[in-house]
Structure formats: structure tokens, C-alpha cells
């Protein structure tokens, strides 16, 4: 039985009143003051999370492009060093394994950021396609990750630094950046819809440069993996195992624009995935509005006007944003219609579509 880990920050938990939950085997802040609080927080000023349990890989060496290419469907010809890349990787039936951030360090050397619950399955996935000349080496727990995100966090992080925050445009990133004496990379992305930047420090630094944050800054609300979700889920970023798993498509997923056909490399899944674009995709990702009152939860089931089963509920929630019950569900995209029904427990409610995403930032 594997023991739950936890992260540097974890110390400074009880220290801001964190409610604390098991998350991909590691206890995480669920939220500090509430979800809803830090969710006003991130939209208006700015918060920031601990998301060590992130995983992160080195792969580098003379083979590491090469293996790179084969393995993700995106095109890391468009890379270079300093820049950061969405993509995902799949099984041979185009199913996506996970989702990431890649890094290009340098000319030879890429940093993966992988989803916490996915971690070993996708080092062991890595390792067994691994090429000759190249080396895959597993950094989690080395490495600790903080996310400062909302309109304030251009601000709250150009104080703790001589570099000009501004400079780091949006999926780009600086490295051996100082924050209060914390040598950090400092990258322009997040998972809330929202600006913001990751920081990539020593893990043994972390809680210094939590604490450098925090102090004093009455614009950073400490936010918990609660509102991160809501945040993610109102700007339609997709959440392994509830948009995308290994029997979804990136195409289903409406993660068409991560997947190169084009490329000189050919790709593990690209011929399922090129089947599926010339036939087109069975299932779509949609937004539902709920018409009555009932929450639309993840594994609720999608009824058509005739109330036929069409699909499923992937996240749903009250929407602090919209100030609305609305979820994310795939369903047979043949079957969708403008009116439709939730199952919410023994009811079966009244909802409508709405288009995605629920929240994008002006």
C-alpha cells in the first residue's frame, strides 16, 4: 500500500487554515478560507496555489527531439528554448494517456509537467518507447511548483524581482530567476483562464517563497485545489479523467488544435486520429445550463428531447463566475439539440446548451 506523500508547502497548511483532502495520492489543500472566496479572489485580484503534486521530467539528449516528436502529437518544430508548448500524448487507438506542458530548456533537454494522478503511468509509458541517445529522469520530488494566478499576479510577482515580469509573454518562460533569493523558472501559463505565472523552485525552497508572497500582499488570497477546479472548469481546460481519458480523442475533446497532422514525425495515434477526422467524431464536448434547480455532477447522465441517453456529465458545478449551475458533457454529437434533460439523482431536470467556454477572460 503506497503512503501518501506531501508537499514542502505542507507545513504552512495548518498555518492558513487549509481543509486538506487526498488528491493522486497526495494531501492537498482542498481550500483555505472557501472555494468560493478563493475563486473571487484568483477572477479579480490574485491567488496562489501549491501544485507540487504535479509531476515533472527531464528527457534529454541527442534522441530526446526525435523521441519527443513520436511520442506527442503536437509539433515541437514550433518549440525553442524559453518556450512552452500544450500537447497531449496517445495510445495506438487515440486515446489520450495524458495531457502536459512541455518546456524546451535548451537545445537537447525538455521538461514534461504531468498530471499528479498520472505520474508513473506516464514515466513508465515514456520509458517504454525511449530511444538510444537520451535520458528520461524523473524530477517530482525535486522540484516544487507554485501558481500565482488572476490580474494582479503580473504585479504581485514583479515585486519580489529586478526582471520585468511583463517581458515573459504567454506560454514563454525565463529560467534562474530570482523571487526573494528563490532561484525559480518563471513561466507565463496556468490552469485557471486567468493571467498568471508557474514557479518552479528547489522544493526545499518552496515554503520561503510561498511565505515571500503571501507577506505583506494583501492582493494573494492562499487558494486550494477546490477552486482551481472551478476556475479550470469555467474556462473549459480539460481535468484527466473527466474530459479526456484513454477513451477519449483529443478531437472528441476539442483539442484538435494540439494535434499536427501535418508534422514531419508521424505520432503514436495518428492513424486512429486521422480515421476519426476524415469519418468525423462520433461525441463532442458541450456546455449545459440547468433550466431547474439541480447541480449537474460529473457521471450524470445526458438525455436527448425524447429523453434518450446521449452522454454524460464530465463537471459540473454552481458556477461562482456565472452564478449558475452549468456543466461540461460528452455526448453523441448527432444527438445534440438546444433543449435537453439532466438525471440529477432520481429527477430528471430540464437543461439547455450553452456554448464553451463559460468564462473567457476579456
Not at 98 to 108: G, K
Not at 211 to 216: C, D, G, Q
Not at 229 to 244: H, K, M, N, S, V
Not at 339 to 355: E, F
Request: hydrophobic share 35%; net charge neutral.
Amino acid at each position: 500500500m503506497n503512503s501518501i506523500k506531501r508537499t514542502s508547502i505542507y507545513p504552512l497548511y495548518k498555518k492558513y487554515g487549509a481543509k486538506k483532502v487526498e488528491f493522486g495520492g497526495w494531501q492537498m489543500p482542498v481550500y483555505f478560507s472557501s472555494i468560493k472566496e478563493e475563486h473571487h479572489a484568483v477572477r479579480r485580484k490574485a491567488g496562489l496555489f501549491d501544485v507540487s503534486h504535479m509531476g515533472e521530467a527531464i528527457v534529454e539528449g541527442r534522441d530526446a527531439y526525435s523521441f519527443l516528436q513520436y511520442i506527442m502529437t503536437n509539433d515541437l518544430a514550433k518549440l525553442k528554448p524559453g518556450k512552452v508548448m500544450y500537447t497531449v500524448f496517445c495510445n495506438e487507438k487515440g486515446g489520450v494517456v495524458d495531457d502536459l506542458l512541455i518546456y524546451q530548456l535548451d537545445e537537447l533537454s525538455y521538461m514534461l509537467v504531468l498530471n499528479a494522478s498520472n505520474t508513473k503511468k506516464d514515466l513508465d509509458f515514456l520509458r517504454k518507447h525511449a530511444l538510444q541517445n537520451m535520458e528520461i529522469k524523473n524530477m517530482t520530488d525535486d522540484y516544487s511548483l507554485l501558481a500565482i494566478q488572476g490580474p494582479k499576479a503580473e504585479d504581485v510577482l514583479q515585486r519580489l524581482t529586478t526582471i520585468n515580469t511583463r517581458a515573459i509573454a504567454p506560454f514563454h518562460f525565463q529560467n534562474n530567476i530570482y523571487l526573494n533569493n528563490v532561484n525559480c523558472i518563471v513561466s507565463r501559463t496556468g490552469y485557471t483562464g486567468e493571467d498568471g505565472f508557474e514557479l518552479y523552485c528547489k522544493s526545499d525552497d518552496a515554503p520561503t517563497l510561498w511565505e515571500s508572497i503571501i507577506y505583506e500582499n494583501k492582493d494573494v488570497l492562499p487558494c486550494g485545489l477546490g477552486a482551481r477546479d472551478t476556475l479550470r472548469f469555467e474556462a473549459c481546460l480539460p481535468l484527466y479523467g473527466q474530459e479526456i481519458d484513454e477513451t477519449i480523442s483529443p478531437l472528441e475533446a476539442g483539442l484538435a488544435f494540439a494535434v499536427k497532422f501535418q508534422k514531419k514525425h508521424d505520432f503514436i495515434g495518428k492513424e486512429a486520429l486521422l480515421q476519426e477526422k476524415e469519418t468525423g467524431v462520433s461525441r463532442q464536448l458541450i456546455g449545459l445550463e440547468m433550466m431547474e434547480q439541480g447541480i449537474p455532477r460529473s457521471g450524470y447522465k445526458v438525455l436527448n428531447e425524447n429523453k434518450e441517453i446521449i452522454g454524460n456529465i464530465t463537471s459540473g458545478t454552481h458556477s461562482p463566475t456565472l452564478g449558475l449551475n452549468v456543466g461540461i458533457a460528452l455526448v453523441e454529437k448527432a444527438s445534440v439539440t438546444e433543449s435537453c434533460y439532466v438525471q440529477v439523482r432520481h429527477k430528471t431536470l430540464q437543461a439547455k446548451t450553452r456554448p464553451l467556454p463559460f468564462f473567457k477572460k476579456r
